[in-house]
């Protein structure tokens, strides 16, 4: 529910996007959708620059995890990449609360939450491929679009580039939690076919607000889930589908990396300890909801 003032911009701004809105969220019709793509936009698999892959496996083998388990993890930055998003995020302006519009800098967090009286969990940069050249760097890797390409069977797009921080919270609401997309299950309604990579540049562990998925969950449904009016589930109704042992928790030093079909069940969680910086690139095969400005170069 507290999405809906952003699925109803979304709306306004695209209105082809209401056949997917109603139709995206059936395993189905996005079965379907996808193969039809795939033929109409056949592909040439584009051979990975040396480093450029930031895994010790080829990017077919990358995609093939994802294929089977819905995630795939052991991805790393370099190190002076880290160091430098990370001097960029801490020095420019991040934009929170129900409508994004929010401004702090995370020094200023806690004085910007009594000066608005409201939860700010997170703060996004804006636009971080514009204003970040490491960003704009890493959108570019061929490793990763190749990964993109091999798994959503047809020329990759950018569709969003975020880059976040999540703050520790007393007591938030389920609104705060589910517009912070924080220990709230949902799956992700942004195109036909998508793909997400995700970068901590923070040291994440169990108190740091690790990412959680589902695995297995973005091919398999139960008949129950196949046409739900609203994307989320409580842990109750994901672990009776799936099973405990399928949540799958990242944690781990600043810089480590994972991907993932956000079609698949995940959440992020409620930092109880220090702050956690995220950078998320997503790529998809259509236009239909498109966030950001085609990548330059
Ligand atoms: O913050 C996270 O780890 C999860 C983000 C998320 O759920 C999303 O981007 O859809």
Redesign the pocket.
């Given at each position: 529910m507290a999405r809906l003032p952003r699925l109803w911009q979304d709306l306004r701004a695209h209105p082809a996007w209401l056949v997917f809105f109603v139709l995206g969220r059936c395993p189905m019709a996005r079965r379907g959708v996808q193969g039809l793509i795939a033929i109409a936009r056949r592909r040439q698999v584009a051979a990975p620059g040396p480093g450029e892959a930031l895994a010790p496996w080829d990017s077919a083998t990358v995609a093939a995890a994802v294929k089977a388990e819905g995630i795939a993890t052991g991805l790393r930055l370099p190190p002076d990449m880290v160091t430098r998003i990370r001097a960029y995020a801490e020095t420019n302006t991040c934009y929170g609360g129900r409508h994004w519009t929010t401004p702090f800098t995370i020094d200023g967090h806690a004085e910007a939450e009594r000066q608005h009286g409201c939860k700010l969990l997170v703060g996004s940069l804006r636009d971080p491929m514009q204003n970040c050249p490491e960003v704009a760097e890493l959108v570019r890797n061929r490793w990763l679009q190749d990964i993109a390409a091999r798994y959503l069977g047809a020329e990759p797009r950018v569709i969003d580039v975020?880059l976040w921080w999540?703050f520790p919270s007393q007591a938030p609401s389920r609104t705060d939690l589910s517009l912070?997309?924080?220990d709230s299950f949902?799956f992700?309604l942004a195109d036909w076919h998508q793909m997400?990579f995700?970068f901590y540049l923070t040291d994440v562990d169990e108190r740091g607000?690790?990412?959680l998925y589902v695995r297995g969950s973005h091919a398999h449904r139960p008949f129950a889930h196949h046409f739900p009016l609203f994307s989320a589930k409580t842990d109750r109704q994901i672990i009776g589908a799936y099973g405990r042992k399928a949540v799958q928790m990242i944690t781990g030093p600043a810089g480590t990396g994972f991907v993932e079909d956000?079609f698949g069940y995940?959440?992020?969680?409620l930092v109880t300890e220090g702050r956690r910086l995220?950078l998320?690139i997503s790529f998809g095969i259509t236009d239909v909801v498109r966030h950001v400005r085609p990548a330059s170069g």
């Open positions: 975020r999540s912070a997309a924080q949902h992700d997400k995700f607000g690790p990412h956000p995940h959440t992020g969680t995220v998320e």
